[in-house]
T-cell receptor
């Protein structure tokens, strides 16, 4: 079965600090995605990637950067964390053709104080 | 931009009853329609999907799509307490391999 892992699972950061969330997938999927999930907003797309070396802005990219150094790894970077970025972050991977199903990691709960 | 809305926001159903969830979308060119289920504290997981108008049944779950009405639904027959979860509908955008998710319907199945 598809496997997506995320680290850390929980993170407490200070305002203005730098935070890096990591994601690894063993599905050999080309596409990877970063979402945040907040009550009342559902899953919102932050950044996505179509393959190693590529990153694209999603619907809410402000305050976030992304990095895709390899097929397996996709990172989300908060250079200057703010309390409004307190949320649960999910990484997902998906295939390019056929079924458009996305496979999600277990999530990272980030609290910015 | 694609808009996806779900109803109801939440519902409580007795064990053994039918659960019906609704999703509307705004882009008539959309091609893939799916339901994801998310148990509390867990990751969303795809439940089932449909590409063309009509109905698709898998076990206790049925998905129904009407593109002309910009609407699709999920029906759960003989609902079980283990079906208690947040249900998210998702629609593939007409450009690119991206999904737009609804906010979700929280379902509680009471024994």
């Amino acid at each position: 079965e598809a496997a997506v892992t995320q680290s850390p699972r929980n993170k407490v950061a200070v305002t203005g600090g730098k935070v890096t969330l990591s994601c690894n997938q063993t599905n050999n999927h080309n596409n990877m995605y970063w979402y945040r999930q907040d009550t009342g907003h559902g899953l919102r797309l932050i950044h996505y990637s179509y393959g190693a070396g590529s990153t694209e802005k999603g619907d809410i990219p402000d305050g976030y950067k992304a990095s895709r150094p390899s097929q397996e790894n996709f990172s989300l970077i908060l250079e200057l964390a703010t309390p409004s970025q307190t949320s649960v972050y999910f990484c997902a991977s998906g295939d390019v053709w056929g079924a458009y199903e996305q496979y999600f990691g277990p999530g990272t709960r980030l609290t910015v104080l | 931009q694609q808009k996806v809305q779900q109803s109801p926001e939440s519902l409580i159903v007795p064990e053994g009853a039918m659960t019906s969830l609704n999703c509307t979308f705004s882009d008539s060119a959309s091609q893939y329609f799916a339901w994801y289920r998310q148990h509390s504290g867990k990751a969303p997981k795809a439940l089932m999907s449909i590409f063309s108008n009509g109905e698709k049944e898998e076990g206790r779950f049925t998905i129904h799509l009407n593109k002309a009405s910009l609407h699709f639904s999920l029906h759960i027959r003989d609902s079980q307490p283990s079906d208690s979860a947040l249900y998210l509908c998702a629609v593939r955008r007409s450009a690119g391999n991206k999904l737009t998710f609804g906010i979700g319907t929280r379902v509680l199945v009471r024994p």
